[in-house]
Every structure is written in C-alpha cells, then in structure tokens.
C-alpha cells in the first residue's frame, strides 16, 4: 500500500522551502539579479526528489495526493528550469492527468507557456511575463491574441490585458524593478538555455 499521505507531505515540504527561500531573495533584493545560485540548487534538489515520488507514484494527481499537494508539485515543477527533459516529461504526465480530470488545466497552461519560451516558441496562454525594452512587465512573445484570450478563457483565466496590469501592478507592490542591463540579461538568459539544453 502507498502510503500518499506522507508523500503529499513530503511534496508540499517541497513548495514551502522554495517559497521560503524566494520570499527570503525579495527582501534582501536578490530576486531580480538574474538565476541565484542558492535558488538554482534548491530547485534542482526539489526536481530530484519529485521525479524519485514521479518515478513510484506516477504523476501525484488530485486523487492520489490532494488538491495542496498537486499544486505544490506543479510549482516544483514550473521551477525545475535547469531540467528540461524533467520538465518536458512532467508536461506529458500533467496532459494526461488534465484530460482524466485529475489535475487542473491552468497548472497545464502555465508549464506549456514556460516551455514554450524556453525553447524560444510562442506561447499560447500568454501566462509567462519578462521586462520589456520600456522597462514594464509584458507577456514573452505569444501566438495570436485573440487566440490566446480564447484558450485563456476556456480554461478559466482572464484575459491577457488584464493580466497584464495584474502582472504589473504586483511587480511595483513587490518592488520588482527592470533589470538594469536588459541587453546582457538577455545574452545570459540566451547563453543559460543552452547550457541547460533549451536550445541548440
């Protein structure tokens, strides 16, 4: 017998310490100053130990684990960047969990989106967000609008201008600033992805 119990524990102890160590980079104003290596290793540890739990139970769905737990491991997912066959394997496992009804959609959309930049594709939910050249939050590139607000919508989520000032609005709450030098971050971010094998 699988004991899901201590399982959903383990996972949602996961979430927490990334939540932890993320709230902890905000206030000493480190969240903005590219991928912290403190937060790289977490999440590589926490990417670890969920595909051992992946690898036993299958995809923790809402049945097996719960609502908390199924939510705690997208977020461990969506935060594996450093993994990208982990990730892109946990999109497969997630699919079919939405189709069963095991799993929430939105979560789905999110970790496609995310995948979708990585591999330098547009998205087609538009839930994944950068600065742009006028230093504001906006959407990374994204399929057609129109389209984007209908699959938004069929899922539930609202559409992408109100996002947008949504996204906004919590980046000056949190004082998220733009990073200063946009054009190297972006050579770093191009560099990273494919050092991690995003891209070729």
Request: proline residues 4%; glycine residues 4%; contains cysteine.
């Amino acid at each position: 017998m699988m004991d899901y119990k201590n399982i959903a524990k383990k996972i949602i102890e996961l979430k927490n310490a990334d939540l932890t160590l993320r709230e902890k980079l905000l206030q000493s104003g480190k969240l903005s100053e590219g991928y912290n290596e403190e937060m790289k290793d977490l999440h590589n540890k926490n990417a670890k130990i969920l595909n051992d739990i992946i690898n036993t139970i299958g995809y923790p769905t809402i049945d097996k684990v719960g609502k908390e737990a199924n939510e705690a491991t997208w977020l461990v997912i969506q935060h594996s960047i450093g993994q990208p066959l982990f990730m892109k394997n946990c999109a497969r496992l997630l699919e079919i969990a939405v189709s069963e009804n095991k799993a929430d959609p939105k979560n789905l959309a999110y970790l496609t989106d995310r995948i979708a930049v990585f591999e330098d594709k547009p998205q087609l939910y538009g839930t994944q967000f950068d600065w742009d050249e006028s230093g504001n939050l906006s959407p990374n590139l994204f399929d057609d609008l129109t389209k984007v607000n209908e699959r938004r919508k069929s899922i539930g989520l609202n559409i992408l201008e109100e996002q947008t000032e949504i996204m906004r609005r919590r980046a000056i709450n949190e004082n998220q600033s733009p990073p200063k030098e946009l054009e190297r971050r972006k050579q770093e971010f191009d560099q990273w992805r494919k050092n991690v094998g995003w891209t070729k």
